[in-house]
């Protein structure tokens, strides 16, 4: 029961990190490693199992054995879309130095 909220999070996390990757290779693709983007996906999700498996133990369950889940799930999405954050952070700083936004096309 401890990686509930990870399991039921997982395809929508999918689907995040699979907008990310494609985001990042349409836009940055001549100019970024894709090394980079998988080794941050991973570590997304590493942060979403982590926040998740904390938040299961830190929380006390006063209001309901309930709360559990729901506290380890928003605790799940939060780590995962903030290292996301911080890559779509980076990216866009190197689309700025190197002078301006690429075409969509």
Same mark, same amino acid.
């Given at each position: 029961?401890?990686?509930?909220?990870? /399991?039921?999070? #997982?395809?929508?996390?999918?689907?995040?990190?699979?907008?990310?990757?494609?985001?990042?290779?349409?836009?940055?693709? =001549?100019?970024?490693? =894709?090394?980079?983007?998988?080794?941050?996906?991973? =570590?997304? %999700?590493? %942060?979403?199992?982590?926040? #998740?498996?904390?938040?299961?133990? /830190?929380?006390?369950?006063?209001?309901?054995?309930?709360?559990?889940?729901?506290?380890?799930?928003? #605790?799940?999405?939060?780590?995962?879309? #903030?290292?996301?954050?911080?890559?779509?952070?980076?990216? %866009?700083? /190197?689309?700025?130095?190197?002078?301006?936004?690429?075409? /969509?096309?």
């Amino acid at each position: 029961m401890r990686f509930l909220a990870v /399991l039921l999070l #997982a395809p929508w996390l999918a689907v995040l990190g699979w907008l990310y990757w494609l985001y990042v290779r349409r836009v940055h693709g =001549a100019h970024t490693r =894709a090394r980079y983007d998988a080794l941050l996906l991973i =570590a997304a %999700a590493a %942060a979403a199992i982590v926040c #998740a498996d904390v938040t299961y133990e /830190l929380e006390t369950g006063i209001a309901g054995a309930i709360w559990k889940q729901v506290a380890a799930a928003l #605790a799940c999405y939060a780590g995962f879309s #903030a290292v996301l954050s911080v890559g779509l952070l980076r990216h %866009a700083l /190197l689309r700025r130095r190197r002078g301006g936004a690429r075409s /969509l096309r």
